[in-house]
């Protein structure tokens, strides 16, 4: 059996990890001509991590990535709403990472071609179409200067993003994404250490907000590569392209922050030393009635692309990956286990789609925003801790990494 899969982002090579382990033949195929360590950090949660050291992946993570420590909440103020430990220091039996997308891509991309060869992956490909006949799938691809290239395989897997070709043939009464109204800068920025080392913060509110964490070890001298999003809402005709790579300018978003100037992190000055920064809308696309036809299925965000509330888009990609591995491995036949894979995945992702719309674990910001007096002291206590805990706990079920769940799966 030879598959394809559309698209060499994380989840297209940690499928093609995970199927090659399984014994599964695959080739990947990806529009870039070449693939670089671009974009800025994104996390990986435990019951993702769980499925990367399987794969062996475990030291090249710690070599690259900060093993998360905690994560705190704070008004725009800096006043503290709550903190929780994250990853082993919350007791899993694996580390929660903050990583830099491109450094995750690189090492996913090393290991692809050192297990499975160079011939395993094809640049320069921008897929065109497909058709399906009889036991096998048809695709058209292009590369730069125009020529087509004809690949069959056994089945297709599309992991080529929010914006997925594959997704597009399939449905293509889909419509555009939709926007939330918000609109976020990213960089990172050599900095000197926060809290911990290893702490991902968030505060603000849901009109506006910055996300701030690690995705470096600090070196000699206490510097660390800083992990940053600025948001803040604007009214939903804003033109914006639905894209990730688009160059973002101070003067369009820092001035709103200047005052964000707490005690242990200078919110403006990380901005400003950043050596680039992306400017792209919070989007997602409307969670589908199904993702299989045949012996073609979507995987990652071309399947289930959603608000990065609760940070964990990468994670369930990388959960696709696992699922169609095994369901290809058991069962031997396409048809059969795309269709098992997506009732296994599609109900799960559609519910975290939509809770990530109502702004998921983020949620405490804004009912502090919401709920406060304004006599608190140095910390927020008009929110009991218990109520916060409570979101928390029942996001992280959702989502699929409560801390005995994952457990039991690692031990088992």
């Not at 430990?85 to 694996?94: E, F, I, K, Q, T």
Request: charged share 25%; with cysteine.
């Amino acid at each position: 059996m030879q598959g394809l899969i559309a698209g060499a982002g994380i989840v297209g090579l940690t499928t093609a990890l995970t199927l090659h382990k399984a014994g599964l033949k695959v080739r990947i195929l990806e529009e870039a001509l070449e693939i670089k360590e671009l974009g800025v950090g994104l996390n990986l949660l435990p019951h993702s991590v769980k499925h990367l050291i399987d794969l062996g992946l475990g030291p090249a993570l710690d070599s690259v990535a900060v093993r998360t420590g905690e994560l705190r909440f704070f008004s725009e103020d800096g006043k503290a709403i709550w903190q929780e430990p994250r990853g082993l220091d919350a007791g899993y039996d694996v580390p929660q990472y903050s990583i830099h997308r491109g450094k995750l891509q690189a090492l996913l991309k090393q290991a692809v071609v050192e297990r499975m060869g160079a011939q395993s992956l094809v640049t320069d490909r921008r897929l065109l179409g497909f058709t399906e006949q009889g036991d096998s799938v048809n695709a058209e691809f292009s590369d730069h200067s125009g020529v087509v290239h004809k690949v069959s395989g056994d089945y297709l897997i599309g992991a080529d993003g929010i914006n997925s070709v594959v997704r597009q043939q399939l449905h293509p009464d889909q419509g555009s994404p939709h926007f939330a109204g918000l609109i976020l800068w990213r960089g990172a920025t050599f900095s000197h250490s926060f809290l911990t080392a290893k702490t991902m913060i968030m505060a603000g509110h849901a009109d506006q907000k910055v996300v701030v964490y690690p995705i470096s070890s600090p070196d000699s001298e206490g510097q660390q590569l800083i992990n940053w999003v600025a948001e803040f809402r604007v009214p939903l005709e804003t033109a914006h392209v639905d894209d990730w790579k688009g160059e973002g300018q101070l003067e369009e978003f820092a001035a709103r922050f200047d005052s964000w100037q707490f005690s242990w992190l200078n919110v403006p000055v990380l901005f400003r030393q950043a050596s680039r920064i992306y400017k792209f809308p919070m989007i997602d696309r409307d969670p589908l009635d199904r993702w299989s036809f045949g012996r073609v299925t979507l995987a990652g965000d071309a399947a289930h692309a959603m608000f990065p509330n609760g940070s964990n888009g990468a994670s369930q990609g990388i959960l696709d990956a696992v699922c169609i591995a095994e369901q290809l491995s058991s069962q031997r036949e396409v048809v059969p286990a795309f269709k098992a894979f997506e009732e296994i995945r599609r109900p799960a992702t559609t519910r975290l789609i939509l809770d990530n719309r109502n702004t998921g674990p983020e949620r405490v910001l804004q009912l502090i925003k919401d709920r406060c007096p304004g006599t608190c002291g140095s910390e927020h206590t008009c929110v009991p801790a218990g109520e916060l805990e409570d979101i928390a706990r029942a996001y992280k079920k959702l989502a699929g990494f409560a801390r005995s769940d994952v457990n039991e799966k690692t031990s088992g």
